[in-house]
């Protein structure tokens, strides 16, 4: 600690003043609230933000770890399963849990799998998971962690799933197959019809990863567009992942993992007989659970209820395809596949698309960079109705000023992503990722 000048202050600050220089932190913070950012917050207006800080504060200081103790939690995370559930086709029998986010909500439908193999084919001592290229992260960090392999399978030109690639990579250790509704980097659902079909002729479970499609697509598909099963629906889906924090719009720190029946769930409890502070038992991975989040996530589904979130979804969904036809008509400029909802990439062929996030940047609009392929990524919300004209003519004026300067070397952030996407060590680009998180993680 010492090293970094930073240490605990001898004397208190008063409440009043500390609360105005946190104020004063946020000066360099992501715009989100003025529809500056592409992604992180999904906000969905400030009358609801005070209704949701209220249900919040109401429950902050009550635990989910015991929900014995607290009956008031344990209706909030038994009724967000259950409505969640419901939303998602989930059967009489479909239970599961509230998690602190999407990445704990596939661990732990991982862990289950891991343990309901452990337990029906001992046989399998190194079991694997069958995942599209495009799946999130975390279900590499959860095979990581829980020590599974995940066999990574190419997607389609289309950047959906590869059905009978992914059949080809099925071995006698395969114990899950794996597909996005949609998938975050170019927003499209796998053919989980098909996934679903082959985990059943394989004798396989197949979770869907609806973190961000959980609480848009069932709102989407009563709009009217036109969707490809995702849900409990198609036979064979054993178990959904859907985050109450992003198009849910609860406060951070609440998501769910719906399965289909409780003999399932059962391989996700943690319990310990033996500590000599009693019997310990947990469904999920954290230990103590924010009652606020519970709270929280509970409020925002009863006070949108259905029409609610049908009304969002309808003006989400109008804005991007706005905002779709508008980048496909800037010359040079195309979005990746055909987006399910209100997630989307863009590309261009003829000009250097990172420069292009970085002349954007200068004017304040921050978007993801992707890679394979280098793309810019749009995750719309509420708050990008009103600028989405602004966002399009700048993006207009900035893809031709790049255009223009073509031959010039790209810089800045260009010119890192650009040569990080391309060179064949990955092992490097690790390296200089730990020590730019070193970097980050460092007191300023
Ligand atoms: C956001 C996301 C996750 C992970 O959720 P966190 O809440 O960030 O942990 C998983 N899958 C998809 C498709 C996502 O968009």
Known sequence: MKEQGVMLPTKGTPGDQLLKEMGDLRANDARWKEGRTWSLVYYPGEEIYDFLKKAYTMFFAENGLNPGAFPSIRKFETEVVAMTAGMLGGGPEACGAVTSCGT??????????????????????APEMVIPETAHPAFYKAAHFLDVKAVR????????????????????NTILIVGSAPSYPQGVIDPIEELAALALEKGLSCHVDACLGGF???????????????????????????????????????????????????????????????????????????????AAAW?????????????????????????????????????????????????????????????????????????RPASLHCMVALAHEKVADQYLADLRECALAVAENKSSLPEGTA???????????????KDLVLNFMDDLMSVK
């Open 299 to 371: 409020a925002i589904m009863k006070h949108l209820g259905e029409e609610g979130y049908l009304r969002i979804a309808d003006s989400i969904m109008k804005t991007t395809k706005k905002l779709i036809d508008g980048i496909n008509s800037i010359p040079g400029l195309y979005v990746l596949g055909k987006p399910d909802m209100t997630v989307f990439a863009f590309t261009s062929d003829s000009l250097d698309i990172y420069a292009l996030g970085d002349a954007m940047e200068a004017r304040g609009w921050s978007s993801d960079r992707q890679q």
């Open 153 to 172: 399978v190419p997607v389609r030109p289309d950047f959906r799933a590869d059905v009978e690639a992914m059949k080809a990579a099925v071995t006698d």
């Open 216 to 294: 848009m697509l069932p709102f989407v598909r009563k709009l009217g567009y036109p969707l490809p099963a995702f849900d409990f629906r198609v036979p064979g889906v054993t178990s959904i992942s859907a985050d109450v924090h992003k198009y849910g719009f609860a406060a951070k720190g609440a998501s769910t993992i719906i399965f289909q029946n409780k003999d399932l769930r059962r391989h996700m409890f943690y319990v310990f007989t033996e500590w000599s502070g009693g019997i310990y038992a947990h469904p999920t991975m954290t230990g103590t659970r924010p009652g606020g989040s519970f």
């Open 104 to 125: 704990e909500s596939i661990m732990m439908a991982i862990k289950t799998y891991r343990d309901k193999a452990r337990a029906e084919r001992p046989e399998i001592t």
């Open 415 to 429: 010119a890192m992503y650009g040569m990080m996407g391309t060179l064949p060590d990955r092992g490097m680009i």
